[in-house]
């Protein structure tokens, strides 16, 4: 509990002005100079810690207060409390943007989203954004020594190719490399979030928690220290490459020979308190997090999609390219069921890919600080057991059983330098793939129109139909064996519906029926199956973009 100094009240830490303020009497207070109760100037501070009687989730505070949802599965409950030691991180970096900004701006990017659900962008649950501490561990890297690597220079026109040694020395440090050190965070939302401006870093002081919360570290420093020393190794080598000019002629030695090349060593390791406003938005078994940087204002969310809205926005959609199609003279039926086959056709493709995107992140332990914690809570059950077998005379019976997940660490800043050169990328091919899609519509349907008047429309007809309709079975065919090795085989009759659409569409092209009535009886039964189609394509995203409501079994304070 944090007291005023002068009426004994309650003191919150405020974003604005950086100051502690009497909630009584209004008076103003460093937080360094906050009265913590039970504080050791050395090690600890008494605090609150709130468990969730659902998922087990833990956060910590300083106040007395009732709180009536959980940060980590969502759910309406209230959550028990007790008071603990706590032992004070060595840094913090306090909030800087206040609750107001960050509402604000998750509504800007809601507007660019308009199938998300209602109740994802309501006031109601936007006021739940609720501000924590996550814990991070800082590392702090050395390369000091002499340096020897081999340049390569390829031949030019008449010219051989040549091999230089360049030697010289390092005397490199690295400071500010931060990972996420709490197994409750996701790595993917503690990635997309950074980075932080470490140099506003100050020491910790309990004071900064008034009015905040905070999660505990339960994952070792080693964890990602191969991590933290990569991208040490990775700076370096863009830094030699800018001093010698040698762009890509650098020899790709592995990371392991870097590391004794530019001597790079972790020289020490300590937790940082980084602030974070966090909200869940729970639907059904799953929540999504929509979570932003409190120091820069950089967001990271998961987005599911409303299917009442995403068919609204599509029927929307529908009819302004029947207008179109209207406009321009394209809109008959027989071109249509051309064009729907093609529809059908990216439909299956697009749910095989969803299918397998789920079937790989099922495969692949990417959180490495919750693997950790499950590595480290299997031991200690295996060593409960393994003295229970002991007691009991049966050791020799008794064997371990636990996973541990091989870890394909990347840089984190690698890793978001690609994620926003991939948006930025797919910015600029938005224009340019809508104004495509209308010049090859127009295209095809002129080449179409001048194949049916050269050759005649049945022989025309019959030709693209039998391509399609190969097209389709060949399709279904490869959905079965591919999809059959995962498990979602009970999904492969959803992405069934738009094969037997595309089929649907080269009988009715082949059979090219006088009477136009077919053609739009047809056409409404292949846009019935390629929503089924759609609707399955929403769930698997909706999939993706959410979690499973966590459920830890253990406490990280003890």
Not at 145 to 173: F, M, Q, R
Not at 296 to 308: H, L, N, Q, W, Y
Not at 477 to 505: H, P, Y
């Amino acid at each position: 509990m944090i007291s005023c100094l002068k009426c004994n009240g309650t003191l919150k830490y405020d974003i604005v002005s950086r100051l502690l303020v009497c909630e009584s009497c209004n008076s103003h207070f460093a937080p360094e100079d906050a009265d913590i109760a039970g504080a050791e100037e050395s090690k600890e501070f008494d605090a609150t810690v709130y468990n969730c009687p659902r998922c087990g989730g833990e956060v910590i505070s300083l106040n007395n207060q009732v709180v009536s949802n959980c940060s980590y599965c969502g759910e309406q409950v209230q959550l028990t409390s007790r008071m603990m030691k706590i032992e004070k991180p060595k840094a913090i970096i306090p909030f800087e943007v206040t609750k107001d900004r960050c509402i604000k701006t998750f509504k800007e990017r809601m507007n660019k989203a308009p199938c998300v659900p209602d109740d994802f962008k309501s006031q109601g649950n936007l006021d739940g954004f609720r501000a924590i501490y996550m814990p991070h561990w800082v590392y702090k890297g050395e390369q000091k020594g002499e340096l020897s690597y081999i340049v390569h220079e390829p031949p030019k026109k008449n010219s051989a190719s040549y091999y230089y040694y360049v030697n010289g020395e390092v005397d490199l440090t690295y400071e500010g490399m931060a990972h996420d050190a709490s197994s409750s965070f996701p790595d993917s939302m503690s990635e997309l979030l950074a980075p932080y401006n470490m140099s506003k870093m100050v020491d910790f002081a309990p004071g900064y928690y008034a009015g905040f919360y905070a999660d505990a570290a339960d994952v070792a420093a080693e964890v990602y220290e191969y991590e933290a020393e990569s991208a040490m190794i990775n700076e370096t080598k863009e830094l030699l490459t800018k001093m010698s000019d040698t762009k890509g002629m650098i020899e790709n030695y592995s990371p392991d020979l870097w590391k004794e090349v530019v001597h790079s060593e972790i020289k020490e390791s300590y937790i940082a308190m980084l602030p974070v406003w966090f909200m869940t938005y729970r639907s059904k078994d799953r929540v999504s997090y929509i979570t932003m940087n409190g120091q820069t204002g950089r967001m990271a969310f998961d987005i599911p999609v409303s299917k009442p809205k995403f068919l609204l926005l599509s029927a929307v959609f529908g009819v302004l390219a029947s207008f179109f199609l209207f406009i321009f003279k394209l809109s008959n039926p027989p071109l249509c069921t051309f064009f729907l086959a093609f529809l059908a056709m990216w439909m299956v493709l697009r749910h095989r890919q969803s299918i397998e995107l789920i079937t790989k992140k099922k495969g692949v332990m990417s959180d490495w600080g919750e693997n950790y914690a499950k590595v480290k809570q299997a031991k200690e059950r295996n060593k409960k057991l393994r003295e229970a077998a002991k007691r009991a005379g049966m050791e020799d019976l008794h064997e371990d059983v636990y996973v541990t997940a091989e870890a394909n660490y990347t840089s984190r800043e690698e890793y978001i330098r690609e994620k926003e050169a991939i948006g930025k990328r797919r910015d600029k091919r938005k224009g340019l793939v809508i104004s495509a899609a209308f010049v090859i519509l127009y295209a095809v349907s002129q080449v179409f129109s001048v194949l049916m008047s050269l050759i005649g429309g049945k022989i025309v007809g019959f030709m693209v139909a039998a391509a399609i309709v190969i097209v389709g079975i060949w399709m279904g065919v490869e959905n079965v064996i591919r999809l059959t090795e995962t498990e979602e085989t009970g999904n492969i009759m959803k992405g069934g519906f738009s094969v037997l659409s595309i089929i649907i569409c080269g009988i009715m092209i082949g059979w090219f029926p006088e009477d136009y009535t077919f053609f739009a009886i047809a056409n409404v039964v292949v846009l019935v199956l390629i929503t089924i189609t759609a609707i399955d394509i929403i769930d698997k995203h909706n999939r993706l973009g959410t979690r499973k409501i966590p459920h830890f079994e253990y406490s990280k304070f003890k």
